[in-house]
T-cell receptor
């Protein structure tokens, strides 16, 4: 079945460091791919998405590129801030059924000043 | 526009009591999802509705859990009787029929003593 695997955390970085959170997926066909962010005490918020191969999703300085050949959707940011501290979830939805949504286990990011 | 609204935000109850969690989806969204988040199991889909009709409840852990959606703007998740292992954060999410993006509420943190 479809699934998402993302790197385990926590990831601890200093402010202005480069961020990469790895995400790989297994799916039949060409799913849509998402990154959601969860700030402490809050619900999940959509950060960015990509719907087809080679698409790049971007938002708030974060980027992720849909790589079909490596089945990956790694999240990157060039310079993190303390306010980026949160849990990041990679997810996919099946192309045949939007209701089938698969989340990764989440990666906690801690950014130190 | 208001986002997904959940109530209460926090619930503390004693084992054996009935618990009712409430959700108001975003206006115009016709799919609604209930998730449970725990440290051990991450995000789990419990049940989802399309046009107020339950489509897949295979994630509901046991008969103590039930969910209803009497109209397009309201859903409930009920646990009766509650047990300490039900302690978790419960999220409601909604989406329109034309997109695969789900929008999450802030969650209800349930503690069963």
């Amino acid at each position: 079945g479809d699934s998402v695997t993302q790197m385990e955390g926590p990831v601890t970085l200093s402010e202005e460091a480069f961020l990469t959170i790895n995400c790989t997926y297994t799916a039949t066909g060409y799913p849509s791919l998402f990154w959601y962010v969860q700030y402490p005490g809050e619900g999940l918020q959509l950060l960015l998405k990509a719907t087809k191969a080679d698409d790049k999703g971007s938002n708030k300085g974060f980027e992720a590129t849909y790589r079909k050949e490596t089945t990956s959707f790694h999240l990157e940011k060039g310079s993190v801030q303390v306010s980026d501290s949160a849990v990041y979830f990679c997810a996919l939805s099946e192309v045949q059924d939007f209701n089938k949504f698969y989340f990764g286990s989440g990666t906690k990011l801690n950014v130190k000043p | 526009d208001a986002g997904v609204i959940q109530s209460p935000r926090h619930e503390v109850t004693e084992m054996g009591q009935e618990v009712t969690l409430r959700c108001k989806p975003i206006s115009g969204h016709n799919s609604l999802f209930w998730y449970r988040q725990t440290m051990m199991r991450g995000l789990e889909l419990l049940i989802y509705f399309n046009n107020n009709v339950p489509i897949d409840d295979s994630g509901m852990p046991e008969d103590r859990f039930s969910a209803k959606m009497p109209n397009a703007s309201f859903s409930t998740l009920k646990i009766q009787p509650s047990e300490p292992r039900d302690s978790a954060v419960y999220f409601c999410a909604s989406r329109t029929g034309s997109t695969d993006t789900q929008y999450f509420g802030p969650g209800t943190r349930l503690t069963v003593l």
